[in-house]
């Protein structure tokens, strides 16, 4: 009786945590949604962070780079940047219902976690359908969330 408890209390944490990961990629901007596709960095900027270390991911507007894996130096950053801030958003309390102690709050644990969430961005924004009924409900979702950041 005991051990089927531990594995509700689990479970139940896993999925807060989940909602809470996707609730903050989503304010971030980062994650893709149904109807919203997150621009890539510039390639320059990129380019100049990988071969020479210059001016990096901003930390307010984070983009994962669509041409390289999470293996690049570019993908890296933000990935880290990511999974910081939201370590940090927990224990500020801005998620009530994820508590810092619990096993799938440690570091390493949020890292994979983000990881396959920034992946499943990714390729959704590789295999997104074209054409400008997208381009335009992308443009919209992109001014909502402009508005959004400025209060």
Same mark, same amino acid.
């Given at each position: 009786?005991?051990?089927?408890?531990?594995?509700?209390v !689990?479970?139940?944490?896993?999925?807060a945590?989940q909602?809470?990961?996707r609730d903050?990629?989503d304010? &971030?901007? @980062?994650r893709? #949604?149904?109807n919203y596709?997150p621009?890539?960095?510039?390639e320059e900027?990129?380019?100049?962070?990988?071969?020479h270390?210059?001016?990096g991911?901003?930390p307010d507007a984070?983009?994962v780079c669509l041409?390289?894996d999470?293996?690049?130096?570019?993908?890296k950053a !933000?990935?880290?940047?990511?999974a910081?801030?939201f370590i940090?958003?927990?224990?500020?309390?801005?998620y &009530?219902? @994820?508590v810092? #102690?619990?096993?799938q709050?440690?570091?390493e644990e949020?890292?994979?976690?983000?990881?396959?969430?920034l992946y499943?961005?990714q390729y959704?924004?590789?295999?997104r359908p074209?054409?400008p009924?997208?381009?335009k409900?992308?443009?919209m979702?992109?001014?909502r969330?402009e508005?959004?950041f400025?209060f």
């Amino acid at each position: 009786m005991l051990f089927q408890s531990f594995k509700l209390v !689990v479970i139940l944490a896993t999925d807060a945590t989940q909602e809470a990961m996707r609730d903050f990629l989503d304010l &971030k901007g @980062v994650r893709a #949604t149904i109807n919203y596709y997150p621009d890539p960095p510039d390639e320059e900027l990129v380019k100049a962070f990988e071969e020479h270390g210059l001016i990096g991911p901003s930390p307010d507007a984070p983009r994962v780079c669509l041409t390289q894996d999470f293996g690049g130096k570019w993908n890296k950053a !933000v990935l880290e940047m990511l999974a910081t801030a939201f370590i940090s958003a927990v224990e500020q309390g801005k998620y &009530k219902s @994820v508590v810092r #102690t619990w096993p799938q709050m440690q570091k390493e644990e949020v890292r994979k976690r983000c990881k396959m969430k920034l992946y499943l961005t990714q390729y959704k924004c590789v295999k997104r359908p074209k054409g400008p009924a997208f381009d335009k409900l992308n443009r919209m979702y992109t001014r909502r969330q402009e508005v959004c950041f400025c209060f």
